[in-house]
């Protein structure tokens, strides 16, 4: 007879039994511009409720998807410990053979998660920034240094897609670093998300794992407004499903990260939902072709 | 020398005079995730403010054409006896051989203005859901269920356009349905919406009248923030732009509803007022070349 | 590890062990002019995160109460129906001998709670409005005939404080029915807080148990702007601490109901949170003395 | 069966019929910090909705009084010629032997409101703002200098309650003006308002004839925020009905002006549409008894 | 060690080392619909500080680029002295060598700008309206009549982009005025943004110098809500940035007029801070060829 | 010609002139409920051009006031090292015999601004929280723990006023330390703040120096909602002004902290801006007498 509006609508399975757990984490103190991520994981559930249980373009009905929402993740102050317990967690769904959804908070929780992969991995990211700074403000876990820790630390199966800000050292780190892939915003715009993503999926084919993360800023202020640092001329919703749907057969987990719903009226946390959403049924009809 | 900005812009004219009458229905009671659409008519007034007469790619000034606003429709808390009342009013502005335009309030509120035409009508609507429930949380006239009355009960010479959201039950009603027809946003967005128009008008073909319905949330929520229940993945207001001007000529209803303005700071209901207006504009053209 | 922001803070008990038990009921169809009380458990929720556990004037710190949150009562479309269901946990919760706390939604929804009780109860409420009429534009459950509803059916032992609106019947339905007491806001402007509850203790005093309620509209609309029928002039939080405050002893039964979160950026929804934070305390307070 | 949500609450009456006419000037062009003041009759209206017709202090059915709104007057662009048409509108109901009840816009348009009556007028104003200037970056008619203008043209039976702000100057000219009077808010908040209006009425005692002006701002912002210039300490909201209700009987001609309704959510003009209620009944209250 | 984020993002030069001089005119007195672009200065610069000092698709780092921001330039009441004011400024910017980059503020302050060059000069406008009256409401500087006048007063090299609004006299001027060019936002949907310029550079290869105006109303509302007169149906931001990037090397001066930054959260004084320093950054490689 | 609104309003004096020295720091890193108050200092100087320069009560016209505006410290991620940027900031202007009033940010920045006076002083600081933990989620420079850290390191005369939060740890440090002193809010409102200020001075009569700092929070939210930590229950405007007039001749240093402008529509900073004027006023009204 209870329902609480605050976990993701239709994640009604334990634990033990979901195939697809989801967590918030909110925690933005190493934002740097305009902070309140830390109120997106809230805000994202509110807005699932929003939307119908039946995907029409998928045929996948969530209500019968295996899903459970842990709740939020307990944050710190200090970002090394908070990014510690965001592992730990990460950590316990890989474990049990689950695919983890993490909903941040800023972009410098992706980390802990793809580290709680033991394998070799995959990195996809959509983003409007290149996130490849060793150190930003003297702090080096910040959101504006996540994926060049990954790189270092992690994988080099890196690729980003809807890049259009960085100091000009990182425009040359990718330039020198050959071994990852880069596109930006006007790549997407000229050469079209489908070629793009044809040649991701080559460049990805030894990988059988990907790790996706989605930075909202990656997508045009007008689609999503609420964000940190929003950064004109970015992608669709469009595009960005199309990158979502190509690539879900071989993720294993997935994040939002980088809302800030003060700063709209609903429809960047609405949008992040929609995409959780589109993710979940997308992966899931491809594991039922197995 | 005085002057009620709380009317229509342009709407000058007496009833009797008008060929188009402008009324609104404050009226949001079935609405379930978001409410607000009470405000909308009063918004669209005030937003219609901010547009000139004169309509430049159709060379029609709204000036010229004889526009009534009747103020709003008497509403009451019980859904089913404000649909009663927007029956007369539609039906006595009908009869008088006169173009209604009902500014909503929710999508429930179409259904007695399409019921107010005595002969073969076909009906349009542009929408991002189906609404063809038989009854929704228990309300039979519900915002939800909407499009089902009107094929269950007035005509089926019925199009939808800009479709994307529903319960399985409802794209498989649509799909054994051969009668209807229905175009998905990403039908729209594959086909391109003037090949849908054309597929639309040989359809329609048999109908000397059509009724327009459009559902705000058929509309991106870039373009479109203020709604009760918004969807991404929508369409352009240039596409429904195109869907007016085409379907014009044989348009004799119109309307707009589930604009919520207190979702966003005017830019839907400026949307909603400066679509009404471009439909009068090119409806009126059609009648002056007759 | 976990911590789901969206239960109650300091609501870490079972319902078993729990002396206080919280529950939401998201439900605001009745409301007539502005709607929205339906997000106000979510948003009184995260407000509760902004307070200390720690009660400093009453020394009672609330993680040494036994609090559970239920989450949020299931809701329907109609009235009737979710009447029923908040009748159902309400009983569950006085049968079960503990104290419930119901967060609103609307003021319709404090008539199944008082209704829970078996034995005579008195119900002392605070509201902006009598709610007295007997039914609100044919609807009989609605939140402006609440008051009336409780007199009729349950208790006559009714106190209202607050008052500064209604029709001239209702003024007249007090005059004329000595059984009940009402206190308008001049009332408690011209003779204070302190009398009118020493009043009220005299005229309750066969009462055992009191059922209270808390329309925030009693509240002034400075203090409390998101409301969904802001009515100026009415009480400060400091008055309705003080009945809090002086009737929790006996009180066995709370309510909060008709915020409107969406028309103001938090704070009438930390005054709720925190007023019921102080119930809790002084409560727990006089449950110890015993 | 058609009800004008735009036109204020209860304004039912015909000119000819009406006691009380009330009419909106949409003008806010001499603005000097934040403008918006052109909104205020709309959202004035708009507030009216959410009150009883029956004001219980005086027992007086706003239902049985007779109310006319002409809706909006027509403004220009310069100040001059929006000023020419409140003065032919205002004389027009003063003419007519009614009471003028004037929604601004902007404190300048008291000038032609009060100017409107032939023989001699006592004039009381509510104001943060001494508005005493000759005139005001280089505007004469600037709503900085309407309480100068009034002095200097109209009349000397002059009063000011609620001061606090004005440069050196203006302060001087008050002390060295022996004929007229003016109270600080510190003068409210000392001696209490009832003195204050006992000095008042003293002081008007040869005026059969009152113009009552309520410039928004005398209130303090916590009860008043949606303001042009916002100014700390001021007025409560019960002082001010203080003022009205003891004035009602002599005053000829009332306004309400200054409010900026997009600085806050509505409470600001709620307040002022109760107000003008709170003065039409306390007037009609005054009438009957002759 | 001391940042005033009020300054321009990056403007760190003295005026005589400057190559580009930036400057806001807080001036909003004319606007008709909604006012509030005299606040649009200082939300460009805060919002200056979201984005990266270098810009990678150009290759260009501001942080080299010698740029001075002067701050607001003194504003009057009356329009006419504010733009001797603008006027005054401007000239000494020219005079020096200098390009100015003026940040309104309405449109009306485009003349002065455009006035201060001696020589001849070419003039692109990107707005959604002709703004050709004589004038507007009996005021002659009015936002709604800058073309007109820097037409009949200053130069015939005159080329709009983007146009969708205005009264049937402005569509005929244009059509009567074979001199000037015109493109419609539909003329930029169907040509494409391309071949306009390519047009447009044609028509304007004898001018040496270009002034390039951006009223950011020419952008659709979907990514510049934050406006006066925001008008459906736009350009989009990328098609903008066409413009700049192609005219940037004859351009001598520029302005982002029109932004009302109360109406949005944030993303219209972005994009035209963006819209700026991409201005910026076009123009500075193109001196640096030469 | 150039006026840049941002700075303070009438701060028209250079460095080596002034006697008040203002300067901004937007920081806020270690706040916990809500962010955003690193916005204040640029929404405190906007306000400051809301208000005369000449303040009435006491006679005195900041035009004539030599006062600085430094612009904004600049200020690093890490909030050990932004302290340090505070404290030379602050050490320099006191060094140089002058008054330094901090912006805030938030309250952690009052430490070093203390502990820039060589000589011992006294402490008066306004607040509805004790911040008198050691350290707070591990954080020992955090916005909760600048009271008790000046207690510990700086100074024993040490006056707290408004309290009314905390957790019983600081309840009972409070009991047990003898040399301070603390008021609730709850003895403000039942001692008056008179009272309070009586023996405020007797307690501090050995200082002749006091450090006067002002967590906006000590206000109740109705005058003061956009703050990180909203309390209801809290002091007046009026009632800090008392204490900042009554203080002011012996304060060297004064602070006003902790406003988030964003959660409201600009009454906080209004009133942030309208008590430094205030503030300076008094002061300098002081510093006149000797
Ligand atoms: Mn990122
Ligand atoms: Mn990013
Ligand atoms: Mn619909
Ligand atoms: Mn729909
Ligand atoms: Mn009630
Ligand atoms: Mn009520
Ligand atoms: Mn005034
Ligand atoms: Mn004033
Ligand atoms: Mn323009
Ligand atoms: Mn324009
Ligand atoms: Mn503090
Ligand atoms: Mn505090």
Not at 282 to 288: G, L, N
Request: with cysteine; glycine share 6%.
């Amino acid at each position: 007879m209870f329902l609480n509006m605050n976990l993701f609508a239709d994640a009604c399975s334990s634990f033990e039994e979901a195939e697809f757990v989801l967590y918030g984490v909110p925690f933005d103190a190493t934002s740097s511009y305009r902070k309140g991520s830390k109120w997106a994981p809230l805000e994202m559930r509110k807005a699932s409720y929003n939307f119908e249980t039946y995907n029409g373009d998928l045929d996948v009905d969530l209500a019968d998807v295996p899903i459970h929402d842990m709740g939020d993740c307990d944050v710190c102050c200090a970002v090394d410990d908070t990014l510690n317990e965001v592992y730990d967690v990460a950590s316990s769904i890989v474990k049990a053979k689950k695919i983890p959804i993490m909903m941040g908070g800023e972009h410098s929780l992706t980390y802990p998660c793809v580290k709680a992969y033991k394998e070799k991995i995959g990195f996809v990211v959509m983003d409007a920034h290149y996130d490849l700074r060793e150190e930003y403000e003297g702090v080096r876990n910040s959101h504006a240094c996540v994926s060049r820790h990954i790189i270092d630390d992690i994988t080099d199966k890196y690729v980003s897609i809807g890049i259009r800000s960085g100091p000009k050292e990182e425009y040359e780190y990718v330039k020198k670093n050959k071994k990852i892939r880069s596109y930006t915003a006007n790549d997407v715009d000229g050469m079209g998300i489908d070629r793009i993503l044809n040649e991701t999926e080559t460049y990805l084919k030894d990988c059988d794992r990907i790790y996706l993360s989605l930075d909202m800023d990656a997508i045009d202020p007008a689609y999503a407004p609420g964000l940190g640092t929003p950064e004109p001329f970015g992608m669709t919703p469009r595009q960005v499903r199309s990158v979502i749907r190509r690539l879900a057969p071989k993720t294993v987990g997935f994040d939002v990260v980088e809302i800030s719903p003060e700063y709209d009226q609903g429809i960047t946390a609405q949008l992040g939902a929609k995409l959780i959403r589109d993710f979940i049924a997308a992966k899931w009809k491809s594991m039922q072709k197995i």
